[in-house]
């Protein structure tokens, strides 16, 4: 079993930026690939970036791709996701969550993800 918990979230204007934090406990963090995932209100919940276990991959979804940065520290068993210039479509609740599987191609479906984190809120005022 994997523990998660997302912090770092909070108000910030547009054009700002925020990183979060994705701690882990339980089992060896760095067995796993780390996936970030939103949700705003009313919609579904979406892939925003993946990281491979030591890593070596990353991947972004089109609409963070060249603003948002994922990264790790197994070490410290932590995953990050330095946030640049916001827009307030950004506005949501963000989670991180474990894949076991091969890196083959970056993980993007909900439904490949084992362990999800409680959520840290993002609101980005225009």
């Known amino acids: 079993q994997v523990q998660l918990v997302e912090s770092g979230g909070g108000l910030v204007q547009a054009g700002g930026s925020l990183r979060l934090s994705c701690g882990a406990s339980?089992?060896?963090?760095?067995?796993?690939?780390i996936g970030w995932f939103r949700q705003a209100p009313g919609k579904e919940r979406e892939f925003v970036a993946a990281?491979?276990?030591?890593?070596?991959?990353?991947y972004s979804a089109d609409s963070v791709k060249g603003r948002f940065t994922i990264s790790r520290d197994n070490a410290k068993n932590m995953v990050y996701l330095q946030m640049n210039s916001l827009k307030p479509e950004d506005t949501a609740v963000y989670y991180c969550?474990?894949?076991?599987?091969?890196?083959?191609?970056?993980?993007?479906?909900?439904?490949?993800?084992?362990?999800w984190g409680q959520g840290t809120q993002v609101t980005v005022s225009s």
């Open positions: 990281i491979s276990r030591r890593g070596g991959s990353t």
């Open positions: 969550a474990t894949n076991s599987r091969t890196w083959v191609v970056a993980p993007q479906r909900l439904n490949e993800y084992e362990y």
């Open positions: 339980g089992r060896t963090f760095s067995g796993y690939n």
